[in-house]
């Protein structure tokens, strides 16, 4: 069985360019995270999804990131304009939740942005 | 504040040797302790998860123990291989309850296991 699916895996852009993520959950999970990792940092949960509603995107700054996910099953990451703070691995995970019980989350490999 | 600290921020050891990562929460309500493991340029990967009610979980050479009233967790790796080098994270999950549980990263510890 396939796990999380990113791309692109590397994304070099300049400041003020946009850029786009995408993630293919594992089939069958409901849940879908996108997470931002610096160097040497843990994960930082930008959003989250239950099924194609965003239920905590408290940490997403909205002035220039965006994310949906229509469907409910795969979901695109937006930053426009990308500043050069924004240079760090951007995260996507996904996981069952059932009853109210969160289960684990499987990440994807990340996406590596470079702003320059 | 809700936080998870992990110790030391990075460790080298050699093979076969063991070694002990720490880590320490202050995230209340908790509901459950996870160590994940990061290799370089790849997510994380869940290794084990400990509710309130368990104090050691066993995934192969990986012991998690926890203690639920010092708040405290350690990850033992037990002969350690090369393909254990990696960044080891501790994540908490609490604060709201249920499924909307907030996960609380720790800022891992970079293990590196020479020959």
């Known amino acids: 069985e396939a796990g999380v699916v990113q791309s692109p895996r590397y994304k070099i852009i300049e400041k003020k360019q946009p850029v786009a993520f995408w993630c293919n959950p594992i089939?069958?999970?409901?849940?879908l995270y996108w997470y931002l990792q610096n160097l040497g940092q843990g994960p930082e949960l930008l959003i989250r999804?239950?099924?194609?509603?965003?239920?905590?995107d408290s940490q997403l700054p909205k002035d220039r990131f965006s994310a949906e996910r229509l469907k409910g099953v795969d979901s695109t990451l937006k930053i426009q304009p990308a500043e050069l703070g924004d240079s760090a691995v951007y995260l996507c995970?996904?996981?069952?939740?059932?009853?109210?019980?969160?289960?684990?989350?499987?990440f994807g490999p990340g996406t590596r942005l470079t702003v320059l | 504040k809700n936080q998870v600290e992990q110790s030391p921020q990075s460790l080298i050891i050699l093979e076969g040797k063991n070694c002990t990562l720490q880590c320490n929460y202050t995230v209340s309500p908790f509901s459950n302790l996870r160590w994940y493991k990061q290799d370089t340029g790849r997510g994380p990967v869940s290794l084990t998860i400990m509710t309130f009610s368990e104090n050691t979980k066993s995934n192969g050479r990986y012991t998690a123990t926890l203690d639920a009233d010092t708040k405290q967790s350690s990850l033992h790796i037990t002969a350690s291989q090369l393909s254990d080098s990696a960044s080891y994270i501790c994540v908490v999950s609490g604060g709201y309850g249920g499924a909307t549980n907030k996960l609380i990263f720790g800022t891992g510890t970079l293990l590196a296991v020479q020959p």
């Open positions: 089939s069958g999970h409901n849940t």
């Open positions: 999804y239950e099924n194609e509603e965003a239920v905590d």
């Open positions: 995970a996904s996981s069952l939740v059932v009853g109210g019980l969160t289960d684990t989350q499987y």
